[in-house]
């Protein structure tokens, strides 16, 4: 079975950066989009990032300037770069690919909490 595994999540203080990785394991996505949400208390799961098979890039206005996605297809894996990190970047991060347009896998998530 195909799955997602994050790290790089935990604790840090405002202006503080995290980098959060992405392996996917069971089948090569090189083709695929690969994106980041997240979900903070109470709030719905949000775009942070997505990045597609060419390399262009989207990013959520709250993030611009501050978050950078990337992937390495040789390792299967996407990361996202987060600097200048701000309380209400606080959530759970949740890595998602494309497995077509009508199904997408989702990763476990991984909390990130940024104290002011």
């Known amino acids: 079975q195909v799955q997602l595994v994050e790290s790089g999540g935990g604790l840090v203080q405002a202006g503080g950066s995290l980098r959060l990785s992405c392996a996917a394991s069971?089948?090569?996505?090189?083709?695929?989009?690969m994106g980041w949400y997240r979900q903070a208390p109470g709030k719905q799961r949000e775009l942070v990032a997505r990045?597609?098979?060419?390399?262009?890039?989207i990013y959520a206005d709250s993030v611009k300037g501050r978050f950078t996605i990337s992937r390495d297809n040789a390792k299967n894996t996407v990361y996202l770069q987060m600097n200048s990190l701000k309380p209400e970047d606080t959530g759970v991060y949740y890595c998602?690919?494309?497995?077509?347009?009508?199904?997408?896998?989702w990763g476990q998530g991984i909390q990130v909490t940024v104290s002011s």
């Open positions: 998602k690919v494309a497995i077509n347009v009508l199904r997408a896998l």
């Open positions: 069971g089948s090569m996505f090189s083709n695929n989009g």
């Open positions: 990045i597609i098979s060419d390399g262009s890039t």
